[in-house]
């Protein structure tokens, strides 16, 4: 649907359905802008960047659900008339507001996975499922834990089975990142998954050999060929 930044899923297994996901749980945002010059007199919709893509995948006769994502940037959203040129902002207010609307697009879209996740729990609470991709976020944060919905957090030991489990704490802690961001090490790509698909997992990995600098490489107008960000790979032993 995007000119960039479009969704995959590549599978030597065959792939038995496949759909987009795009406000399909969770309505656009009625949004009324604080900051925009001119003011706003009626509010704005606010919809996601891009879809989800969620395919089926028959794995020797297991059934894989694989829902792939790109969640919003934590770049500020733009803010109607509070820009100089493309990179500048004419004020504080209209730079944070940026954020806090970039943040409602992240966290909106993960609490759409997480209701893609539970709908196909609903159906089979052994479902093997695995939530994937460029999270923009770190390990720590609310887009992650949105999707994992971790029993820590909802505290009803009920939802336990509903919970994804990050794959990423099988890395060494020394390895756990897949940016490298101003020369700080960052873990934006995660893989979580269901219990279902847990009980068959063998490792992880992150592969970042040669991992260029995306900051730097911005700043300095240079182009690589490849991806800034590293490959998150997770293997399993299915049972068919």
Same mark, same amino acid.
Request: charged share 20%; hydrophobic share 45%; glycine share 6%.
């Given at each position: 649907?995007?000119? /960039? =930044?479009? +969704?995959? @899923?590549?599978?030597?297994?065959p792939i038995r359905s496949h759909?987009?996901?795009? =406000?399909? =749980?969770?309505?656009?945002?009625a949004y009324r802008w604080?900051?925009?010059?001119?003011?706003a007199d009626e509010p704005v919709m606010v919809r996601w960047d891009r879809p989800l893509l969620h395919a089926? @995948?028959? /794995?020797? $006769?297991?059934?894989?659900?694989? /829902?792939?994502? =790109?969640? *919003?940037?934590?770049?500020?959203?733009? /803010?109607? $008339?509070?820009? *100089? %040129? !493309? #990179?500048?902002?004419?004020?504080?207010?209209?730079?944070?507001? $940026?954020? #806090? +609307?970039?943040?409602?697009?992240?966290? $909106?879209?993960a609490l759409e996975a997480r209701i893609v996740v539970d709908e196909l729990l609903d159906s089979n609470m052994d479902a093997r499922i695995a939530v994937c991709g460029d999270f923009n976020a770190m390990s720590f944060a609310e887009p992650l834990a949105i999707i994992c919905a971790p029993v820590r957090e909802t505290d %009803? !030991? *009920?939802?336990?089975? *509903?919970?994804?489990?990050p794959v990423e704490t099988a890395v060494p802690k020394d390895r756990r990142f897949s940016v490298v961001h101003g020369g700080e090490r960052v873990l934006l790509d995660h893989i979580a998954v269901s219990r279902g698909l847990f009980s068959g997992f063998s490792g992880a990995a992150i592969h970042h050999s040669g991992l260029s600098d995306e900051l730097t490489d911005y700043h300095l107008g240079r182009e690589i060929p490849g991806s800034h960000h590293a490959a998150v790979i997770a293997d399993f032993d299915i049972d068919g």
């Open positions: 649907p995007r000119d /960039v =930044h479009n +969704l995959m @899923i590549l599978s030597r297994h759909r987009q996901v795009y =406000h399909d =749980h969770v309505p656009p945002l604080a900051c925009a010059d001119p003011p089926t @995948i028959d /794995v020797a $006769g297991a059934l894989v659900e694989v /829902v792939n994502l =790109h969640l *919003r940037s934590p770049l500020p959203a733009a /803010v109607p $008339g509070q820009k *100089r %040129d !493309a #990179f500048t902002w004419k004020s504080s207010s209209a730079w944070s507001e $940026g954020i #806090f +609307l970039a943040a409602m697009k992240r966290d $909106g879209q %009803d !030991a *009920r939802l336990g089975r *509903r919970a994804l489990i």
